[in-house]
């Protein structure tokens, strides 16, 4: 078996299925060994402590099993061996838009980031690929000393903040994906801000692929330092291909005393992607930590996006929109661990199954016996468009002791054939009333989104209803 | 501007309900169709409508000399029907302004996007003529209304679309008499040339409200009697059963 199978469904996904063929420079060919991983360490002259990392992390990889003993069979389909992990045209991100490659340059205009950057960023990276094609950060924010490169440039040239923290939120052992990630991982954003310094704007990145039979593997490190706040949006997407494309990234978060980090992803993968992710953030004393996680398309996807509430009175907050049309699992939730008192964190999920599509929702909070004052709140609602898509919800609670509160809620709702000809008898296809109830399910989450993202939310939800019905 | 039903014969499942029925909307002119339970009045104005639970076995149903029985249920409403529900659905999270701007936006040609400000100009003077507080707009369409408001809602969403022919599918349930009274109110300030009203109702107290011009019976899926507002009168001193046993003499 050399062809992994695509689900048969063809969804516009008029935005980011189009792909211009390109040549790369750097190639790492198809298959993984540490051969692979010495490849990029030379393409990427990576320090020996890298190249360590890497190869220990390789051995991780090979020695844990695919975890099907609880999640679904379809990772199975995965053939590590046809995958190609490294592929650039030069390592070195444009710092202006006119000098990066006609054709990555017109993909990205044609996704709009350009345009997004000029009218309400701090600051961009666009990757493609292995590598980012581009990266800039406006002078204003530059001056504060934010610092905002590729993974690479942050291990090159801030070592010091960048070996302190690299690994500490998500160990490599921690799954059989990070342990990928850790072995061959390329692109990504490098991000520090120095005390006290309040971003006014969000800082976003972009990760594109373009290529075949790849897999994309970033690594983002975020480090807020004390009473600082930062706002990370990413948007994703990929051209629809025959084969299986891995994207499996790897994000930590941390958030020193009282500072604040919002991370937002909005990420439209085309259905052929196994999308893979690892999230988590570490949120010291009255430090904040917020994730914004939707996700709409790919084949699999599965991401728990995680607070470690390690200080007094920190807060993690996991606000989840998941849309799984036909042909599509999305195994999606959260992860809260309390480590102190008075630490509180919040879950909401919302999960849309279309048609044979599937959703889950996985949570795991944390509250051990000896705190006290931590509190949990978990919702989970699911809506059923058509008899046939399937939600499950397994929301695993632990807590200890009685000196915590926790609250937790499920709700599990269909758009029903009388909802959808009231809609109709009012004029609106039937497309545009699934959408509709779609938007009213999410609607008191997506009121927290910038406005920017909230729109480009709708038009997608709007897609994929166009996508769905016969 | 004509809405004509011909030897309509439609059923829901293995049961006949209608069977043969003919009947004509006239533009500017208020008619009842009254009948007892089970003649087919819900399933005359849901066949109208094109809900799928419904199978027209024969004869059709001409808009402006169109036969509308193959289009969809959103291109006949766009083409100027207009049903006022019974059982109007709840749809969670959505706004009535939203709702609204989604059904009239969806009457615009491919590509034009609707003028935000020309709509809540719209909106808000079809509310003022309704006499409806603004904040209704803000609320999430039918989530615990009352039966008057849900009815209400119905009202201000045809003063919206402006069709060509109104259904009023026994709008009169469940209202107590003061949402009886606003409800007409606000049919009577809408009727007028352009439209044609329809008001199907069991009772006849709704028609001391809104006064038809014309008085038809449906009874086991056909119109087997027609006459003028005095009808609808006549049937709540009578009962049903009179004509029952007239038109059995008839047929």
Redesign the interface.
Known sequence: MSQTATPDIDIDRSVGDFHYDTSYEFDAGVGLSSKTVDYICDVKGDPQWIRDFRQKALKIFESKPMPTHWATEDLENIIFKNIRYYLSKGQVPKRTWEEVPEDVKRTFERLGIPEAERKFLSGVEAQFDSEAAYSNIKAIVAEQGVIFVGSTEGLHKHPEIFKKWFGKVIPTTDNKFSALNSAVFSGGSFIYIPPGVKVKHPLQAYFRINAQNFGQFERTLIIADEGAEVTYMEGCTAPKFETATLHSAVVELVALKGAKIQYITVQNWSSNVFNLVTKRGLAMEDAEIKWIDCNIGSRLTMKYPGVILKGRKARGEVISIAMANSGQHQDTGAKMYHLADDTTSNIVAKSIGIGSGRSTYRGMVHIPKHLKGCKNNTECDALLINTNSRTDTYPAIQVRGNKNSVQHEASVSKVSADQIFYMQQRGMTEAQAMSLSVNGFVNDLVRQFPLEYSVELKRLIDMEMEGSVG | MSLIIKDLHASIGERQILKGLNFEMKPGKVQAIMGPNGSGKSTLSKVI?????YTVTAGEILLNGENILEM???AR??AGI??A?QY???????TIA??LR??VQ??LPEGELIDAVEFYETLYAKMDMLEMKREFTTR?VNEGFSGGEKKRNEIL?MAM?EPKFAILDETDSGLDIDALRIVSQGVNKLKGPHMGVLVITHYQRLLNYIVPDEVHVLMNGRIVQSGGKELALELEAKGYDWIKEDSLVAA
């Open positions: 409508a094109g809900h799928p639970d969809e249920p959103d409403a766009r207009f049903m529900f109007p659905s709840e749809i969670p999270g959505v939203n709702f989604a059904a969806a009457r999430f969403q679309l």
